[in-house]
Nanobody, 115 residues
Framework: QVQLVESGGGLVQPGGSLRLSCAAS????????MNWYRQAPGKQRELVAS???????NYADSVKGRFTISSDNAKNTVHLQMNSLKPEDTAVYYC?????????WGQGTQVTVSS
């Protein structure tokens, strides 16, 4: 069984920063891909950023230049550094991984950007 635990969400003012973390544990032998998704109220879940086991990254256009995804493969962790946050970044952020045994999701962490 695989478990993902996210942390680092919270309330921040526009222009501020937050760093999300996700730790994977359990029967994980390898991870192909680690992703951050988000879902705002009334909207579909969207992919925010991805990082492969080789370190290749991909970002949604809306966060390019502001968010940075990174990973520690030895610790099965992934981070999302979010800078210059905007009110439209408000959402529940979910960690997601792709492993040989399938896809797994975390429980989500709330990020609220408001003055």
């Amino acid at each position: 069984q695989v478990q993902l635990v996210e942390s680092g969400g919270g309330l921040v003012q526009p222009g501020g920063s937050l760093r999300l973390s996700c730790a994977a544990s359990g029967s994980i032998f390898s991870i192909y891909l680690m992703n951050w998704y988000r879902q705002a109220p009334g909207k579909q879940r969207e992919l925010v950023a991805s990082i492969t086991s080789y370190g290749s990254t991909n970002y949604a256009d809306s966060v390019k230049g502001r968010f940075t995804i990174s990973s520690d493969n030895a610790k099965n962790t992934v981070h999302l550094q979010m800078n210059s946050l905007k009110p439209e970044d408000t959402a529940v952020y979910y960690c997601n991984i792709k492993s040989p045994s399938g896809y797994y999701w975390g429980q989500g962490t709330q990020v609220t950007v408001s003055s």
